[in-house]
Every structure is written in C-alpha cells, then in structure tokens.
T-cell receptor
Framework: DAEITQSPRHKITETGRQVTLACHQT?????MFWYRQDLGHGLRLIHY???????NKGEVSDGYSVSRSNTEDLPLTLESAASSQTSVYFC?????????????FGPGTRLTVL | GENVGLHLPTLSVQEGDNSIINCAYS??????FIWYKQESGKGPQFIID?????DKRQGQRVTVLLNKTVKHLSLQIAATQPGDSAVYFC??????????FGAGTILRVKS
C-alpha cells in the first residue's frame, strides 16, 4: 500500500547541530508539506513543495530549509538547531497540483533540542 | 485559530450518544474544508471533507455541515464509540493547498 513515512521517529540533539528529518511518500504526489505542532500553537506550516526543484516558505520557515530532488522525498533540515525548535514535526502530501485537496500525514518525528 | 494545547476545549460524551464538534474558520475565500482526527502519538488522520459549494456531506457515522454565512463548520459523529476519543481539528484551504488548522477539540468518550 502507498504510504508516507518519516524518520527518525524520535531525535535528541544539541543546540547548534545540523539535523535532517526525512519524509518519504510512495503515492507519487506532487505536493509535499512540513508542519510543526506545539502546545499553544497547533499545526503550523514550515515549508512546502509543489514538485521537483520547487520549494516555498511557509508561516514559520526561519531556521529551516528543504530540498526536492525527486517526487518521493522532502527532507527538512535545521541548519543550527535551537531549543525553540523542540517540537513534533509532521510531513504531509497531496495529489492535486496546487489545488485544494486532502493532505495525508506521516506519523511524525519528535525532536528535542537540548 | 492556532491556539491548541493546554486549554483545548473538551467534549465529553457517553458511549452511544451523538457528538457535535464545532469550528470557526477565518478565510471567506477558502473553498475546501477538512476534518482530521489525531490520536496520541500519531499524525492527523483524514475523516471527511467538504467543498464550499456544498452545505452537508455524510460519511460512515460522520457528517460535516458547512455554514459559509457565519464561517462555521461542524462535525457530527453518530453513536460515538471509545475509539473515537482523540483530538479533532478542522482545516481550511484554497488555491495552493496550504492548510490552516483551527483550534483542536478533545473528544472524550465515557463508557
């Protein structure tokens, strides 16, 4: 069955380190999204991509970057991890090109920055 | 509508009763709305959706109602079961498909 996976599921890192969270989907969806979920803020959009080589900033993009070299993967990189980036990160994908459509979410990565 | 967490509204219902979860959305230009269910430790799971040209849509045990006049969305769950216990989020989107999530609601089902 097609699915969306994230790895690692849990990560502890130190302030200042570079961290990359992986997201992989097998639906062949063009659209992929990264969100963070925090107490008091719900789910907020970090970055998104409408296809290979396309990336866009979301609501809370500072300190994060993404790259889209193929359809299946959208890795999220924290260039220099900060304690404020301790959160649960969710990746999602959708099929309809730029159009409003259901997004399907991965299981999440819990990141702790010490 | 992004404040979620310590002060999430909570709805407690008896097993077998019907549940109604409400959501106010912010953008009158949004033309697609989704309800998600999130269980502890998991990602949001699609429940049901509705487009702005509809007022009501029914699924299995769930119904979504859309009132564009007052920008209000509701999710009705029939014969609520213990497995329905979770946090429920509404989300709105339009062209570009960037979801904006509403404040979640905790649903607790009492047996």
């Amino acid at each position: 069955d097609a699915e969306i996976t994230q790895s690692p599921r849990h990560k502890i890192t130190e302030t200042g380190r570079q961290v990359t969270l992986a997201c992989h989907q097998t639906w062949n969806h063009n659209n992929m999204f990264w969100y963070r979920q925090d107490l008091g803020h719900g789910l907020r959009l970090i970055h998104y991509s409408y296809g290979v080589q396309d990336t866009n900033k979301g609501e809370v993009s500072d300190g994060y970057s993404v790259s889209r070299s193929n359809t299946e993967d959208l890795p999220l990189t924290l260039e220099s991890a900060a304690s404020s980036q301790t959160s649960v990160y969710f990746c999602a994908s959708s099929a309809r090109d730029r159009g409003p459509d259901t997004q399907y979410f991965g299981p999440g990565t819990r990141l702790t920055v010490l | 509508g992004e404040n979620v967490g310590l002060h999430l509204p909570t709805l407690s219902v008896q097993e077998g009763d019907n549940s109604i979860i409400n959501c106010a959305y912010s953008n009158s230009a949004s033309d697609y709305f989704i309800w998600y269910k999130q269980e502890s430790g998991k990602g949001p799971q699609f429940i049901i959706d509705i487009r702005s040209n509809m007022d009501k849509r029914q699924g299995q045990r769930v119904t979504v109602l859309l009132n564009k006049t007052v920008k209000h969305l509701s999710l009705q769950i029939a014969a609520t079961q213990p497995g329905d216990s979770a946090v429920y989020f509404c989300a709105e989107t339009g062209y570009g498909n960037k979801l904006v999530f509403g404040a979640g609601t905790i649903l607790r089902v009492k047996s």
